[in-house]
Nanobody, 115 residues
Framework: VQLQESGPGLVKPSQTLSLTCTVSGGSIITTSYYWTWIRQPPGKGLEWMGAISYSGSTYYSPSLKSRTSISRDTSKNQFTLKPEDTAVYYC?????????????WGQGTQVTVSS
């Protein structure tokens, strides 16, 4: 399985843009896998943001729930995130039936929010 993030590197605070994770070598609708977004703000550790399941259900970190939106396009085998903060954003695939453990990562993409 390979994951590749894409999207704008620079975002203005008022803009609503999306990061896209394109998955190859596996299907995002395969049962019991979760497709996850993880971020690393400058000078901080990794932070689990949320995930979308094989069935399309979404799960969010309680601290970010009001500010995080994850969706998917099954026809393109992609899932997306609307970032709001400066950070390196990673998409990742969970291990079987465990939303908290991931085994494949994208390379990460830097998003800078600045006016």
């Amino acid at each position: 399985v390979q994951l590749q993030e894409s999207g704008p590197g620079l975002v203005k605070p008022s803009q609503t843009l999306s990061l896209t994770c394109t998955v190859s070598g596996g299907s995002i609708i395969t049962t019991s896998y979760y497709w996850t977004w993880i971020r690393q703000p400058p000078g901080k550790g990794l932070e689990w943001m949320g995930a979308i399941s094989y069935s399309g259900s979404t799960y969010y970190s309680p601290s970010l729930k009001s500010r995080t939106s994850i969706s998917r396009d099954t026809s393109k085998n992609q899932f997306t995130l609307k970032p709001e903060d400066t950070a390196v954003y990673y998409c990742a695939k969970s291990v079987y039936s465990n939303i908290w453990a991931v085994d494949y990562w994208g390379q990460g993409t830097q998003v800078t929010v600045s006016s």
